[in-house]
Nanobody, 116 residues
Framework: QVQLVESGGGLVQPGGSLRLSCAAS????????MGWYRQAPGKQRELVATITHGGSINYADSVKGRFTISLDTAKNTVDLQMNSLKSEDTAVYYCYAVNGIRGGFWGRGTQVTVSS
């Protein structure tokens, strides 16, 4: 089985920065893509950013220019650098990884709260 473990969430003031990390463990698996989603209270889970094994990146419009996703294929880790955070970025952030044969995997989530 594959486990995705997120870290780096917390409380930050508006305009601040946080860096989320996600590490995959368990059976050795090649991921076609990894990424981050988030879910705010009362809202549906939404895409934040994804990155493929080949390096193609996709960002939600709401985070373009503020967030940066990076992938370490050797370590099977994906990071999300979040700058210029806004109150509307407050959510539980989930790591996601997909393998073309085994399917998708989710982490348990890490809380990010942006508040003064």
């Amino acid at each position: 089985q594959v486990q995705l473990v997120e870290s780096g969430g917390g409380l930050v003031q508006p305009g601040g920065s946080l860096r989320l990390s996600c590490a995959a463990s368990g059976i050795a698996l090649w991921f076609d893509a990894m990424g981050w989603y988030r879910q705010a209270p009362g809202k549906q889970r939404e895409l934040v950013a994804t990155i493929t094994h080949g390096g193609s990146i996709n960002y939600a419009d709401s985070v373009k220019g503020r967030f940066t996703i990076s992938l370490d294929t050797a370590k099977n880790t994906v990071d999300l650098q979040m700058n210029s955070l806004k109150s509307e970025d407050t959510a539980v952030y989930y790591c996601y990884a997909v393998n073309g044969i085994r399917g998708g995997f989710w982490g348990r989530g890490t809380q990010v709260t942006v508040s003064s």
